[in-house]
């Protein structure tokens, strides 16, 4: 079974700074796929960014980026330049092969200071 | 992306009855699936409903305490059974619109049972 770790239930961070949240995951499959969604207080799922595991390219959005460690089972994402919108829940999911349900990690709650 | 509704936003309910949550998608979807979230957790997985078939379920969850429906491929309901205080929780439908691709989510029900 895949498991996904957020080592981190807390982090803060200065506005217009950047920070890092960190994940790992453990797989035997080869083919997959991994996210980072955002929950802010509406309770809404959110998108962030997604990364496929057979792409060595880093996945970029905008001020989101992260660093795919594919042999050390590593999926950090990157915020620059934090905003206060940024402020929520932010869940590592991964994602099989087929139709098959996201695995989610526990969830970091980034606090964003003004 | 997906369009997907889920009724109701948020309800108090009396222990011992029944809630049914509905969610409709703008457009046919293979697979959908039902997560509870409980206050500061994470997603867990209560079941992937199919459609023409019973829905398939994750250990620690019975079909008599969480039935699904899926009449269609746009559309389930999940029936939370004979409540208890501790079914206090966000619960939300979740659809991939194709293989290999991003998770949508409903904007959740909070159901707290008193």
């Known amino acids: 079974a895949q498991t996904v770790t957020q080592s981190q239930p807390e982090m803060s961070v200065q506005e217009a700074e950047t920070v890092t949240l960190s994940c790992t995951y453990d797989t035997s ?15 809404q799922m959110i998108l962030v960014i997604r990364q496929e595991a057979y792409k060595q390219q880093n996945a970029t959005e905008n001020r989101f980026s992260v660093n795919f460690q594919k042999a050390a089972k590593s999926f950090s994402l990157k915020i620059s330049d934090s905003q206060l919108g940024d402020a929520a829940m932010y869940f590592c999911a991964w994602g099989g092969s087929g139709n098959t349900p996201l695995v989610f990690g526990k969830g970091t709650r980034l606090s964003v200071i003004a | ?91 939300l439908c979740s659809v991939a619109r194709a293989v290999n691709t991003e998770a949508f989510f409903g904007q959740g029900t909070r159901l707290t049972v008193v």
């Open chain 1, 29 to 43: 499959e080869s083919d997959y796929y991994l996210f980072w969604y955002k929950q802010p207080p509406s309770r």
């Open chain 2, 1 to 91: 992306s997906a369009v997907i509704s889920q009724k109701p936003s948020r309800d108090i309910c009396q222990r011992g009855t029944s809630l049914t949550i509905q969610c409709q998608v703008d457009s046919q979807v293979t697979m959908m699936f039902w997560y509870r979230q409980q206050p500061g957790q994470s997603l867990t997985l209560i079941a992937t409903a199919n459609q023409g078939s019973e829905a398939t379920y994750e250990s620690g969850f019975v079909i008599d305490k969480f039935p699904i429906s899926r009449p269609n491929l746009t559309f389930s309901t999940l029936t939370v059974s004979n409540m208890s205080p501790e079914d206090s929780s966000i619960y």
